[in-house]
Structures are given as C-alpha cells and as structure tokens.
C-alpha cells in the first residue's frame, strides 16, 4: 500500500518535471534539484513517533500497547489526520494515511499539512475505563508534538467524539492556560465538536458521486458525449433510471453514505447490499437504511446476523458472507470499511462501473489499474473521504472564533468547498486518458511542490 501513494506520486512529478510551463522558473539542474528534492520530501514523513503506552488493566495486569503519531508534512499548514484504534495498525499503515492526508488536504485547499496516529489494539476488547486511560496516555507520550498549531488529531477507525472529548481534556490538564479547543477535533459539540462533523466523511462520500453522475453530467453531457475518452462512456451510461448500489462497511462513513444515497432527491437509488465485519445483506427491491441505522445503533456498531433478529427489526433481506458484498452485480460500490479490499486477486469478480473510495485506500495499484483499463471510475479517497477533515477544519476555526455555525451553514461549507475541488478536477479528467487519481495527485502534488518552491525548500 505504501508504495502505491509513492509510485503515484512519482509518477506525478516525473510529468511536472517534462512540463516547462510548470514552475518555469526553474530549469537546467536547478530544476532536476529541486524535483529530486520533493520526491524526497513527498515521499517520507518529517517526523515518525513511536510509544509503548503502559496500561493497567482492571483484572491487575498490565499491558503495553503500541501506538504511533506520523507527521508526514507542514508545508500548507499544521500536521492533520485521524488516530485509528484497531489491531492491524502498523507503522507502515500510519506512514501511508499520513501521506494521503498530506494530498487530501493541497487537493481540496484545505490549510493542513498531513498527520495521521494509531493504536494496536481492538477497542472491545477493552472496558471504558481502560480506553479512558489509554486515551489519556496517547496525549501524556505524545503533548510536546500536539497542538492546536502544531498537530491535531481527530477520530479515525475505531475512534470517535468520545475518545476526542477525554484526549481534549487531558491535553488541557497538561497545558493549563493555553488554547485548547483546537487541539483535537471531532469532538462532541457540547465540547466544541461542530454539528455536522459526524456526518462530514459519509455525506461528501455521497456527494462526489452524485455531483459527477448528475449535477455535471448534466450539464457537461455534450462535452462528455464529444471526447473518446473511455470514463465519459462510463458515465454517459447513466441514463437517469435506478442505480443500484453496494456498499461495504455499515459505520460512520458507510452508514451516513447509504443513508444518503437511500434519500437523495437528485437520483433515484436502491441501496441493495451492505456489508460490515460480520456479514452481508441483500435485498434487490432496497433495503430499509433508516431501519438499518436503528438496529445498529442498539446493538453495539453491528448488522443483524440472524433472521430472528431481522424479523424482530422488521426489516427484509438475505443474510450472506461479508465478502459476498465485493462481487454483486451492482452499480456502484461505496468502499468504507479498511485497505486493500480489491486486488490482484479479486479484481477480475468485480462488477461494479463506479467504485467510491469511502475508506483509505481500499483499491491496490495492481487492481486499480486493471479496472480503470476496463473504464471503471474509481473516485479517490483523497477526493471522495475528505468531508471529515473539511469539517474538521470548520471546527478548528470555530473554536478559535468562539463562533459556531448551524448544521445547515456546515454541510453548505462543506458541499461549496468539495463542489469547487470537482469543478477543477474533472474537466481535466474526462479531458485526457488517466484515471481519476493521478488527476487528483497531479493536482495535489502541484500545489505542494509551488509551497515548497516559494518556501525556498527546493534545493
Ligand atoms: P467505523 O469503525 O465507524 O466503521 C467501520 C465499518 O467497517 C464497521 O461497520 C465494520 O463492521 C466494518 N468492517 C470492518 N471490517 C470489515 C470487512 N472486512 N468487511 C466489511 N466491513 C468491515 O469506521 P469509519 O469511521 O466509518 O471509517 C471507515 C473507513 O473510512 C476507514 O478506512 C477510515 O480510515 C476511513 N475514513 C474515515 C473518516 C471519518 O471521518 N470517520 C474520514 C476519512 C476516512
């Protein structure tokens, strides 16, 4: 996975690098300098941070637990990026999301750099009190790097407003006196959380789908019907009848995206399938997302696994395999689960015209460039995942104001922001041959390596 973000970025700044109205100002060996710099800096972080956190459990044992801050780069702004709690975190993993938060936040303009944390451990197989203390320890091990100007973490997988609430507070008993509301963000909104914040990744996840197959396709049908250009096919496909849809992963993002695909005024969907860690469900005529919702919210994060407890939900589908969900005949696939979840080996089982990336990258390189050969539009996740930290940016300067926005004034920030960003990436997309990511990392790379010119890092 980690070679995927630098081969791509690489190959982004081997065609900057042969494009002479970019940074024309430097040429000759200057200019292989200073691309052999951002190649360096591009592909590693500043900073790796690595702590044992030491735990004393409730039965008397104790345990210590691995936990990692990656601060990738700051050159747009303070490091940005969520902490994962889960047991297959590793440094590799947290260098990798480090990077992509770093593209994510120069695509859509938003002034971070990249950060990314993560604890190995599996969040149930801990009491509250013991992820309150683990939570604490995270900020005692690693408050001389964090802060509202310097690092700012915010919930990941695994992790969520009740984790930032503790991790908010600890930071200010170690810092009293100082700012603290920046410190963390995602927070719950009595704590200064922003309203919306939950809903950010799942709604702009959603959004980037519906903006390219309606609003632009709309309007931009001539265009796409004129190009030869293998995605505007895809695209031009959509007819405006039902499409079906899949997604993977029934949490935060892969909830809220279904949820919103279930209630789109703009398209007519059936949400035919969704998955979780447990299992599959199915239903061809669409499922009951808001019944889904309920279900999980009573019972602990997790899909009915039994039809008794479908019948008692009243609620109308098959149970299957979780894995089942990959290879419907479907649509479109929302990806919001983990990494890694199409690749070399079931990439020729899958049906799907468009892949949304929910989830970091859960599209390997090797399938990622077989299904775009086969003119599957994959929307990125440094395209498609990025309301959480557009929202998240929204509360940072909310705290800092003391000034909070209606829930409806968020999502218009949001969608206007993530709006603009499509608005420069997909003309030139439909304009030339590659897929939707290099656009995206061209895009992000470009703005990175103008900052890093003028900052006179380049040499
Ligand atoms: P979450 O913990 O709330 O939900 C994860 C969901 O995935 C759960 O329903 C879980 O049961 C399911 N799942 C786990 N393993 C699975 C498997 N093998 N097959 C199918 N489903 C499986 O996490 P989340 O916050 O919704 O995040 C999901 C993904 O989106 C992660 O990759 C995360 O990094 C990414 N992401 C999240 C945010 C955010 O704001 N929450 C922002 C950007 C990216």
Not at 123 to 138: A, F, M
Not at 198 to 206: D, I, L, N, P, Q
Not at 271 to 300: Q, W, Y
């Amino acid at each position: 996975m980690i070679s995927q973000t630098r081969m791509i970025v690489q190959e982004s700044l081997d065609a900057l690098l042969e494009d002479s109205a970019f940074l024309p100002e430097l040429d000759g060996d200057a200019r292989k300098q200073a691309f052999t710099s951002l190649g360096a800096i591009l592909s590693t972080p500043n900073h790796l941070h690595k702590s044992f956190l030491r735990i004393a459990l409730e039965n008397g044992s104790v345990v210590r637990i691995p936990a990692f801050r990656v601060q990738h780069n700051n050159a747009l702004g303070p490091y940005k990026g969520g902490i994962r709690f889960h047991e297959s975190v590793n440094e590799d993993e947290v260098i990798n999301l480090a990077s992509l938060m770093t593209l994510k936040n120069a695509l859509h303009d938003v002034p971070y750099g990249g950060g990314k944390g993560g604890i190995v451990l599996d969040p149930r197989s801990y009491s509250e009190k013991e992820l309150h203390l683990i939570c604490k320890k995270y900020v005692q091990y690693f408050s001389d790097i964090l802060g509202p100007d310097k690092d700012i973490p915010a919930p990941d997988m695994g992790s969520g407003e009740r984790e930032m609430d503790w991790m908010m507070a600890e930071y200010k008993s170690i810092r009293p006196g100082q700012a603290y509301k920046g410190s963390f963000t995602g927070k719950s909104v009595i704590n200064g959380g922003s309203l919306g914040r939950r809903e950010a990744t799942g709604k702009g996840v959603y959004f980037t789908f519906r903006y390219l197959l309606h609003d632009f396709l709309q309007n931009q049908r001539k265009f796409l019907s004129n190009t030869d250009n293998a995605f505007a096919k895809t695209a031009l496909e959509y007819d405006g009848s039902p499409m079906t849809i899949a997604v993977q992963g029934f949490g935060n993002v892969g909830s809220v995206a279904a949820l919103e695909a279930y209630q789109c005024q703009h398209m007519q969907n059936k949400v035919v399938a969704v998955s979780d860690r447990n299992v599959t469900l199915h239903n061809p005529d669409g499922l009951d997302i808001p019944a889904l919702i309920k279900f999980v919210a009573l019972n602990n994060g997790d899909l009915p696994t039994g039809e008794n407890q479908l019948l008692d939900a009243n609620i109308k589908a098959t149970i299957m395999d979780r894995n089942d969900l990959l290879y419907m005949d479907v649509d479109v696939m929302i990806l919001a689960a983990l990494e890694d979840q199409i690749h070399d080996t079931n990439k020729e089982k899958i049906k799907a015209r468009i892949i949304v990336e929910g989830a970091n990258a859960p599209v390997t390189s090797e399938a990622d460039e077989y299904l775009s050969d086969k003119g599957v539009i994959i929307i990125p996740d440094i395209l498609a995942n990025a309301g959480g930290v557009i929202v998240s940016y929204l509360e940072w300067m909310q705290g800092r104001e003391t000034q909070f926005y209606s829930e409806d004034q968020v999502y218009k920030l949001l969608l206007d922001k993530m709006k603009n960003t499509m608005d420069t990436i997909l003309p030139a997309f439909f304009g030339d041959p590659h897929p939707l990511r290099q656009n995206c990392y061209i895009h992000s790379v470009m703005k990175l390596s103008t900052v890093l010119y003028r900052q006179g890092k380049l040499y």
